[in-house]
């Protein structure tokens, strides 16, 4: 007998941590996903496979800066909610790639709303977005109504896409809500984000006499929390009766070298180890932010009450558990 799905879902940027954790949600839901990625190869299944969850999926190959591309795939499989995960995600890769960042992140979600509008209004629709637009901030907690003072390229592009995602809920009816998601982590997060870096390399580094850590400004204060926790929220906001807005957060905020003097005395490394070097500090960078979660609390009844201490703890022994296996495999 075939499976029976609750819904369909389709999810953009499936090869990246928030689209593996997302689809192990859905999948316990009984949902049938499409995975939508650029071009797909053994390589972007690895997150999804980590999880155990690769083979459950249907992947499919999409360009999102042609809506032609969209169209057919919305066609194809009629999907009850559509949660755009893909962007260019990195705030220092945007200062490098300013063009590319601001046009991908911008262009595939119109072209996302484009499509549902003239082919399936009735999809519910998640826009990934992000806490970095309200950058220059004078009033702490964010709200969804803090003004907006990007402070990068991601940032503008992300501000860009809220605003068209508000625009097609407002103008056009679609149900369509915007996440706005603080920086959260996990063992998936990909390499190069300063948690996974802190810990990746102080993990596998730790009794290398030659190796220092490398990083920038270190005294800015963000709101870190974590992913498999935070893409309940984005299920949550397309269950709502009706579209709107979240800022999901832990609503406290720590500095980097907090994080950094934490893995450090865990893993029992001087302090003398960590460098700080210009090449990593970035042009400009947002001092302090953390956000109110309480909307999401009250309205989505989402539950979230980590320390990011406690989710470093479970981060720094699922790395020491990798190294641990990558180790026996190796002997
Ligand atoms: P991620 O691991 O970097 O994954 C993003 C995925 O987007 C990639 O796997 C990639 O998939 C796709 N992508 C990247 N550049 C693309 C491009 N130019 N064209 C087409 N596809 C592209 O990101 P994440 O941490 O899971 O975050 C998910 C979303 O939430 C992103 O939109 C991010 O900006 C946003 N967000 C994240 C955080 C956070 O702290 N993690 C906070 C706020 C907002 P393919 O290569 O397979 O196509």
Redesign the pocket.
């Known amino acids: 007998m075939g499976k029976i799905y609750t819904k369909t879902a389709l999810i953009?940027?499936?090869?990246?941590?928030?689209?593996?954790y997302l689809s192990k949600l859905l999948l316990s839901k009984s949902y049938k996903i499409i995975g939508?990625?650029?071009?797909?190869h053994e390589d972007?299944l690895s997150?999804l496979k980590r999880l155990g969850v690769d083979s459950d999926i249907i992947m499919e190959e999409c360009?999102?800066?042609d809506i032609s591309s969209i169209i057919n795939m919305i066609n194809k499989y009629k999907p009850d909610e559509i949660y755009?995960?893909?962007?260019?995600?990195?705030v220092g890769l945007s200062f490098t790639q300013p063009i590319?960042?601001i046009n991908?992140?911008i262009v595939?979600v119109l072209n996302l709303l484009e499509a549902i509008r003239i082919i399936k209004p009735d999809v519910r629709f998640y826009q990934?977005?992000?806490?970095?637009m309200y950058g220059k901030v004078t009033n702490l907690p964010v709200t969804v109504n803090t003004p907006m003072h990007p402070l990068s390229p991601?940032a503008i592009s992300?501000a860009s896409a809220h605003w068209i995602v508000v625009n097609y809920r407002e103008s056009y009816g679609v149900y369509a809500c915007n996440?706005?998601?603080?920086?959260?982590?996990s063992f998936?997060?990909?390499n190069g984000?300063f948690v996974k870096k802190v810990l990746q390399e102080t993990v596998r580094n730790k009794n290398n006499a030659n190796w220092v850590l490398k990083v920038g400004s270190i005294d800015i204060k963000r709101d870190f929390?974590y992913?498999p926790s935070?893409v309940e929220a984005m299920w949550l906001m397309l269950q709502a009766e009706k579209a709107d807005d979240f800022i999901i957060c832990s609503g406290k905020s720590i500095t980097l070298r907090s994080i950094i003097e934490y893995v450090f005395k865990k893993l029992d490394v001087s302090i003398n180890k960590l460098v700080i070097d210009n090449d990593f500090m970035r042009p400009t960078d947002i001092e302090d932010i953390y956000g109110d979660n309480t909307p999401a609390k009250t309205k989505l009844g989402w539950q979230y009450d980590l320390d990011f201490y406690q989710v470093l703890d479970l981060l720094i022994k699922e790395e020491l558990d990798f190294l641990d296996r990558k180790e026996v495999v190796n002997a």
């Open positions: 953009t940027g499936i090869s990246g941590q928030d689209g593996a939508v990625t650029r071009s797909h972007n997150k360009d999102l800066l755009n995960l893909a962007a260019q995600s990195s590319g960042t991908f992140n595939s990934a977005s992000s806490s970095e991601y992300k996440g706005v998601l603080f920086n959260h982590e998936l997060r990909s984000f929390g992913s935070y």
